[in-house]
Nanobody, 118 residues
Framework: QVQLVESGGGLVQAGASLRLSCVAS????????MGWYRRAPGKDREFVAQ????????RYANSVKGRFTISRDNAKNTVSLQMNSLKPEDTAVYYCAAALYTLPFTDWGQGTQVTVSS
């Protein structure tokens, strides 16, 4: 099992940027995939972005495409999410996720709150 710890959340105004980071521990060697999900108040958890290391492939939710960028350091098992042009609808708890050998994601962080005011 992998332990994931997120950081970087906060309260910002619409149009601002934030960078979330996640560190994975408890695993030697690179993780197959790391990603981000979010849960807005009163809504189900939804996919935000993922990075699969073996093929260098990234994927984004349509709602964040062009504004958010996921990046990884495979050697350190860290993943970041650069969030630009934030909107109030981006307000949510953001969760880091990891998959050891294949998808779907099996390990989750505790989450970090992102609040975007209008």
């Amino acid at each position: 099992q992998v332990q994931l710890v997120e950081s970087g959340g906060g309260l910002v105004q619409a149009g601002a940027s934030l960078r979330l980071s996640c560190v994975a521990s408890g695993r030697s060697g690179s993780l197959y995939a790391m990603g981000w999900y979010r849960r807005a108040p009163g809504k189900d958890r939804e996919f935000v972005a993922q990075s699969v290391s073996s093929v260098g492939m990234t994927r984004y939710a349509n709602s964040v495409k062009g504004r958010f960028t996921i990046s990884r350091d495979n050697a350190k098992n860290t993943v970041s999410l650069q969030m630009n042009s934030l909107k109030p609808e981006d307000t949510a708890v953001y969760y880091c996720a990891a998959a050891l050998y294949t998808l779907p994601f099996t390990d989750w962080g505790q989450g970090t709150q992102v609040t975007v005011s209008s």
